[in-house]
């Protein structure tokens, strides 16, 4: 693939819900470009974006991919996004780069969640974004039930820019509003519009030119005035709206006929901003705030902004160039790591093939191979500017999974394994949890979680296994009770003896714990004393009833006995072990549970459904606000009742709710609950 001049390349992302035919779209434009003799089939898993075996297997994409193609003179950066929530990240990845946003949406199902979720994504980004409405070819097809649809979800800006002509089994083209034209697939070529569809064409297409010569005083006075503006000018005027943000085209076709496809193509180089017209980034040069043009002139710098991880070629790194010209064997610098980083070859991606080019220039997409110390969201800058691009945060995981080496082989390569994925997944997190000895890996749902597992066995050889992830509960005490802790221990030479007498009682809630020598007369020599105090310690630490921390105890030591040959700081750790173990079990036991505090966020039709959950799940509101259409939850539930949250409040809310979670503090188990609570276990 040759190399184009930054005015000539678009970098487009297809975005949407799952199942609504991106790949499907993306193989259709390639077989319009030529680059492939025939569309890729999902259902087959021959499709060039979806390459991936876990993708194949499964007939959707999990990971965005790069497919660019060649279209009348500009090179096209096509990136199919995944429709899967737990992959958000990657479409977080594609908004971050891409200069169009391209939503396709279902005529069947119309406007479904993760669509909406990737508008507001896009307009928080501020990307310019236009619509394809797909699959009017199919049975139940609407096109005016989903541009309806459309315009309420989405607002002002939305503006048909084509018509259907027929639907369902009688599709076969379009009309373009534009030009007045219709474009019948059955016959190749440019018609006049159907006699049936004239008066609402004409109505559609004054709407339109009305709608686009409102933003340009000139040309609304020459409208007024009854001159209506050449196509040319109202394409160039809608082309600014869109680079702007502010107009949002729809169009429609079939990705599976494929009808009208190479008409999205025309509109993508005709009406999509190039990356010169995109606004300058926000970027730190230490402390201070910058703003870094697209300019094809000077010294290059980059964003990475995906990583791959591949068990042969090493770390693949998907990065755009923001400003300048990149080469091969350019050095760079990584503000992150004050490292410099080597860019030893460039090569253009297509799925999972990749083709070496001689250049980069400003806005284009590229890879390149074995970066020491790069990873996902690092900018890579010339030495004599450090510049840093604030880094797109991912999201929090909302999903944990206890994980096991299977063998120790797979314990050895386990930890960089797993870094590997990390780096080629943020939103991916390993934890060790140590008071419940878990390693445990969180991502953004169980899909998501799943997947990790099969690559990690596929990519790396690592096969691991999954138990409960543990509750960390916490032991305390309900009365207080004296014991005397006695160790004596007679072997030959020099024995060992010490007596502790203590006295334990509850502590404030969350008070944790406190010692206090309350000996007198030296019954208990100084020096022994902190002796007593580790072995309370080890005890609470190790020695209640179900094997968890102890907490929230005040220990006496009220009196002891020492032997002025056999006493040893031993002996009274010794004592002091004994002497809480032997209190603690006359001392009512009891477990605490930690609490969550919870936030979440629904559409108010699901908020009572949400609330009646919580409820179930002993939670304690704290809070409603609202928010437009949203809900806003706050609530306190124990954290053992949302281990698996993320996967119930997606099917409680139809995949719209969202939730945070953070630990609060801890709390009486109720004696019903507790007695379901084996050794070190879960509810």
Excluded at 133 to 156: H, M, P, Q, V, Y
Excluded at 181 to 192: C, F
Excluded at 569 to 580: Q, V
Excluded at 603 to 615: F, I, N, T
Aim: proline letters at 6%; hydrophobic letters at 35%.
């Amino acid at each position: 693939m040759k190399v184009y001049s930054p005015e000539r390349i678009r970098n487009v992302a297809l975005v949407g819900h799952g199942g609504v035919g991106k790949t499907t779209l993306c193989e259709a434009l390639l077989y319009r470009a030529g680059v492939v003799n025939r569309p890729g089939s999902v259902e087959e898993g021959t499709t060039l974006s979806d390459f991936e075996p876990e993708e194949r297997d499964r007939g959707f994409s999990l990971s965005l991919a790069l497919t660019p193609f060649e279209w009348k003179g500009h090179k096209v950066n096509l990136i199919d996004t995944p429709g899967y929530a737990d992959f958000i990240s990657d479409v977080h990845a594609a908004m971050r780069v891409a200069d169009l946003a391209i939503f396709v949406v279902s005529a069947v199902e119309g406007v479904e969640t993760q669509t909406e979720q990737a508008w507001q994504i896009a307009a928080d980004q501020g990307v310019p974004r236009m619509i394809f409405i797909n699959k009017l070819d199919k049975e139940r097809a609407s096109f005016d039930r989903t541009l309806a649809e459309i315009k309420e979800r989405f607002g002002s800006g939305v503006a048909p820019i084509e018509l259907p002509i027929g639907e369902e089994d009688d599709f076969r083209g379009v009309v373009d509003l534009f030009r007045e034209k219709a474009y019948v697939y059955t016959s190749g070529s440019a018609e006049e519009t159907p006699m049936d569809m004239g008066e609402r064409e004409d109505r559609v297409h004054d709407d339109l030119v009305e709608g686009i010569v409102v933003a340009d005083d000139t040309l609304l006075e020459q409208y007024l005035e009854g001159e209506v503006p050449p196509v040319e000018k109202l394409e160039e005027t809608m082309a600014i709206g869109i680079a702007e943000a502010t107009v949002f085209p729809v169009v429609c076709g079939s990705a599976t006929g494929p009808i009208a496809v190479d008409r999205l193509a025309d509109f993508i180089v005709e009406l999509g901003p190039s990356p010169l017209q995109r606004p300058p980034v926000t970027a730190k040069v230490g402390d201070e705030t910058v703003e870094i043009e697209p300019r094809a002139a000077g010294e290059p710098l980059a964003l990475v902004f995906k990583t791959i991880a591949d068990p042969y070629v090493g770390q693949i790194s998907l990065m755009r160039v923001l400003s300048g010209t990149l080469e091969p064997e350019t050095t760079l610098t990584n503000p992150r790591t004050a490292s410099d980083e080597r860019l030893a070859k460039l090569a253009v991606v297509l799925g999972k093939e990749t083709e070496l080019i001689p250049s980069a220039p400003t806005g284009d997409i590229v890879a390149t191979s074995k970066l020491s110390d790069t990873r996902t969201g690092d900018t890579l800058a010339p030495k004599n500017m450090p510049v840093t691009l604030e880094p797109v945060r991912p999201s929090d995981p909302v999903l944990s999974m206890a994980i096991v080496a299977r063998s120790q082989g797979d314990e050895d390569k386990l930890g960089a394994a797993l870094h590997r994925l990390i780096e080629e997944d943020p939103s991916l997190v390993m934890e060790r949890n140590e008071e419940t000895s878990q390693t445990l890996l969180k991502g953004m749902g169980e899909m998501h979680l799943i997947i990790t597992r099969e690559r990690l066995s596929r990519k790396f050889g690592v096969e691991i296994d999954t138990e409960e992830v543990r509750v960390p509960y916490r032991e305390t005490i309900t009365r207080p009770v004296d014991a005397e802790g006695k160790y004596k221990k007679q072997s030959g030479g020099h024995g060992q003896f010490g007596v502790a007498n203590l006295r334990i009682e509850p502590g404030p809630r969350g008070s944790g714990f406190e010692f206090v020598d309350d000996t007198k007369g030296g019954v208990i020599p100084r020096q022994f004393i902190s002796a007593v105090e580790k072995g309370v310690v080890e005890a609470m630490l190790e020695d209640g009833r179900w094997g968890y921390p102890v907490v929230d105890v005040i220990v006496h030591v009220i009196h002891g006995k020492a032997h002025s040959v056999d006493s040893s700081e031993m002996a009274f750790k010794m004592a002091g072990r004994l002497g809480f173990r032997e209190a603690y079990e006359s001392a009512g036991p009891m477990l605490l549970e930690p609490m969550s505090e919870i936030e979440v966020t629904v559409p108010s039709d699901y908020q009572g459904e949400v609330l009646g959950d919580l409820a179930s799940r002993r939670g304690q509101v704290q809070g409603t606000s609202g928010d437009g259409d949203s809900q806003h939850i706050e609530a306190l539930v124990p954290t053992s009742e949302i281990m698996n949250y993320a996967i119930d409040l997606r099917s409680l809310s139809h995949g719209w709710g969202t939730f945070s979670a953070r630990h609060s503090h801890y709390q009486d188990l109720p004696p019903n609950l507790a007695e379901r609570i084996p050794a070190s276990g879960t509810v």
